[in-house]
């Protein structure tokens, strides 16, 4: 299927109604709880939880792996949770689960009390991140639904702006009363998206085989492939930014902290920007252009010293970091329309792949950065490496596609 908008989408868009809003404010509240707070916020507090001697070092890397563990069990059983319960009530007890998750964290009971519960904390945000768009958008316009992913996503850009900027403040009232203030924050934004999750579940399709579909099975199974590269070329940057700035390019820790900032504003745009940008040119030439200005991106942070320079690069990988998400939801839609059960199966897949690949890397690199004696730029070029090979496998696909109009 050509990754060229439909008419469908050329035409203009008409505004959202009230109930549409409110189910996209919902799912903005649902990525901000399961991934920009339950996972983002743990990396700030690591070296409190070790001078507070909750936990030794080793102990708060584990800890820190139980989340995306916990994330990538959570991608797998979302879609049968939702299944068996309904994607609203299933959305709302998930969220409700991360939110005593925080709470619990405040005591520090065992080393086993606390991974319990961040693994749960991740079941529950992997389970979100499968089912809280999915759930959206089948009611949303689809002219509309760039924008409106993009909205729901801006949550996990929140997140990383959060664990930069709000936790730094919240330490400073002690270890407990952070936790506490983050359960807090979660059970407001609980408590405010509980009515605006769609209370039906869509209908079921009544579809014909689509024409081509073996060309869709395989363009999915690339994308899919394409996802799990790009969490390759994320995790260098997402573990080792600060570290990079201040120990590899030796310029202290505080400026190391200040691009993480940057990088977390940068985030909190990335998702509506990368949603409109599916909206007007299509997701297929967008998450063309995402792989390649990332891969650019990262050579670049591997390879210049110069500030300015440095920030820029930043800034781009900020953007894709969240952004990348409603480009992958918008390819899927493109690939699977009209079929709300097999575009929501399609996502589960890719955000498994992505979730395994991301876990899979922060190990992989770990050992490489170890094994290499801290080469932060071997590290990087790896990353960069991944997503040059899945900007090739999109080129390569394209290729084949304009061949066949051809024929």
């Not at 743990?42 to 800890?63: D, G, N």
């Not at 909190?268 to 909206?279: T, V």
């Not at 952004?323 to 918008?330: A, E, F, K, N, S």
Request: net charge positive; hydrophobic share 55%; charged share 10%.
């Amino acid at each position: 299927m050509s990754a060229v908008p439909s008419s469908c989408h050329r035409c203009e868009a008409s505004p959202l109604d009230a109930h549409a809003l409110f189910a996209t404010f919902a799912g903005l509240c649902g990525s901000l709880v399961a991934i920009g707070l339950a996972r983002f916020a743990y990396t700030p507090l690591i070296p409190s939880l070790i001078e507070a001697h909750w936990f030794t070092s080793p102990q708060t890397v584990t800890l820190g792996a139980a989340n995306f563990a916990g994330y990538l069990i959570g991608a797998m059983v979302g879609r049968p949770f939702a299944a068996w319960l309904s994607n609203r009530s299933a959305l709302r007890l998930l969220m409700a689960v991360v939110t005593i998750a925080f709470f619990t964290c405040a005591w520090p009971v065992s080393v086993s009390w606390f991974f319990f519960w961040r693994l749960l904390s991740g079941i529950s945000g992997g389970a979100i991140m499968v089912l809280v768009a999915t759930s959206i958008l089948p009611h949303i316009p689809a002219p509309r639904r760039g924008f409106a992913s993009g909205m729901i996503f801006l949550g996990m850009g929140l997140g990383v702006a959060a664990s930069g900027t709000l936790i730094p403040q919240l330490l400073h009232m002690g270890l407990r009363d952070t936790w506490l203030g983050l359960g807090a924050l979660s059970f407001s934004l609980t408590a405010l998206s509980w009515f605006g999750w769609p209370a039906t579940n869509p209908p079921a399709p009544q579809v014909a085989p689509l024409h081509g579909a073996d060309r869709s099975r395989l363009a999915l199974r690339v994308l899919y492939a394409q996802y799990a590269a790009n969490a390759l070329g994320l995790v260098p940057v997402i573990v080792l930014l600060v570290d990079y700035v201040a120990r590899g390019l030796g310029r202290g820790a505080a400026v190391g902290a200040s691009y993480w900032v940057l990088y977390g504003l940068a985030a909190i745009a990335g998702p509506m920007i990368c949603g409109n940008l599916g909206d007007r040119i299509g997701f297929g030439p967008a998450w063309r252009a995402a792989l390649a200005s990332q891969a650019i991106a990262v050579v670049v942070l591997a390879k210049t010293g110069n500030p300015f320079v440095f920030g820029v690069a930043t800034v781009v990988i900020g953007v894709f970091t969240p952004g990348i998400v409603p480009l992958v939801l918008g390819r899927i839609h493109e690939l699977v329309r009209d079929n709300h059960l097999e575009e929501r199966a399609a996502w589960s897949r890719a955000t498994t792949a992505f979730a395994l690949f991301q876990a899979l890397g922060g190990y992989g690199y770990s050992h490489l950065f170890s094994r290499f004696h801290d080469d932060y730029a071997l590290v990087f070029l790896c990353g960069a490496a991944a997503l040059t090979l899945a900007f090739l496998a999109d080129v390569i696909m394209q290729a084949r596609r304009t061949e066949r109009h051809e024929r």
